[in-house]
């Protein structure tokens, strides 16, 4: 559960009023629909991810085609979006890309002499790494199970399903090198890589994977763009989502602002694998609103990773555990009494 990471005790209408506002980060679903309250008073929200990029171009190297001539259609949630669409002109590149993942990433067989990842993703990967497409055993059985690719890497896409993380056997067969978010982020000289990025930027000015800088020129300066972005489901844009959950689509950009595209139904399947994480973000958010702390408890028991783990007992003293740890970082109502 990364709910929290996307909801804070802030007044967002306040602070952004009549602004674009984009939410990069991976409380985006939960973020974004908390954030569909404050669209009614005049706040437009998108919320960001880079997964669509990354795994999309990381899915396009082994199969030896250039990213240019790939055609791809991904839509579900955050970090649970679905590729349903991988073509090269009028080739399915699905049959070749099964065949060759099901090759590559056997669960139990690590791969070797990996890319390290600093946690950077903004750039074009040009190998496979120890985060994305060294080791994608998860991903990889999610698409054969259910039959479509991912979009989040395999060590985040374990988190939100109950079938890789039951034991540290499992765990060493599906995600054989380790990848921890926190030692990630901890390990970073925050100043010194600061320093180091405005200096390569000063040498060479060019755009990243990530969609801010695109949809900022889009809007200024009229020129389309197209990016995936999160937003409430309204019309529904998936029409087997619920309409208050917030989706991941394609959208248009130009001076009128995000526009989201309608992607229709998903197939039936992942979209009842997004609606058991997408009740734990409604229960994440009515918590949040309200200040009930028993839809803490609630979201917390229903993750399905959480249930596959711990019993009822179990999750709740974990999740008070929880709030006493965070207590100085929630809002009043949430904090343990």
């Known amino acids: 559960m990364d709910g929290r990471r996307g909801v804070g005790g802030g007044d967002p209408v ?19 629909r908390l954030g569909r309250g404050s669209s009614a008073k005049g706040l437009r929200t998108v919320g960001l991810c880079h997964s669509v990029q990354g795994t999309t171009r990381m899915l396009a190297r082994p199969l030896d085609v250039p990213y240019d001539e790939v055609d791809h259609l991904c839509a579900g949630i955050d970090h649970q979006a679905w590729v349903l669409r991988f073509r090269r002109g009028h080739e399915d590149l699905y049959p070749r890309l099964r065949a060759e993942m099901a090759a590559r990433h056997v669960p139990g067989r690590a791969a070797g002499q990996l890319a390290g990842d600093d946690g950077d993703h903004s750039g074009v990967a040009d190998a496979a790494s120890t985060y994305e497409g060294g080791n994608e055993q998860v991903r990889t059985a999610i698409m054969s199970a259910f039959g479509c690719f991912q979009t989040e ?10 079938y ?6 499992m765990v060493e067969s599906f995600i ?23 200096a390569r930027l000063k040498t060479e000015l060019v755009p ?4 801010g800088a ?26 087997n989502l619920p309409d208050d959950a917030c989706v991941e689509v394609p959208c248009l950009v130009d001076s009128g602002g995000v526009q989201p595209t309608a992607a229709g139904p998903v197939p039936p399947q992942l979209a009842a694998l997004n609606r058991t994480n997408i009740g734990v973000q409604q229960l994440a958010v009515a918590a949040a609103l309200t200040g009930d702390v028993e839809h803490v408890h609630h979201a917390v028991a229903l993750d399905p990773l959480t249930a596959a783990l711990c019993t009822l007992d179990q999750a709740r003293a974990m999740t008070e555990e929880l709030l006493a740890a965070h207590a100085d970082l929630l809002p009043v109502p949430l904090r343990p009494r």
Not at 208 to 211: A, D, I, L
Not at 215 to 235: D, E, L, Q, Y
């Open 14 to 32: 306040a602070e952004a009023l009549d602004a674009e506002a984009r939410q990069v980060g991976h409380g985006v679903a939960a973020g974004g």
């Open 153 to 162: 890497s395999s060590h985040h896409a374990s988190e939100y399903l109950p």
């Open 164 to 169: 890789f993380r039951k034991d540290p056997e």
């Open 176 to 198: 054989p090198q380790r990848w921890d978010y926190y030692e990630v982020c901890a390990a970073h000289d925050v100043g010194g890589e600061l320093d180091e990025q405005l």
């Open 208 to 211: 990243s994977v990530e969609y």
């Open 214 to 239: 695109s949809i900022v020129n889009a809007i200024v300066t009229g020129v389309p763009a197209v990016v995936n972005g999160n937003v409430p489901n309204r019309g529904p844009l998936i029409s």
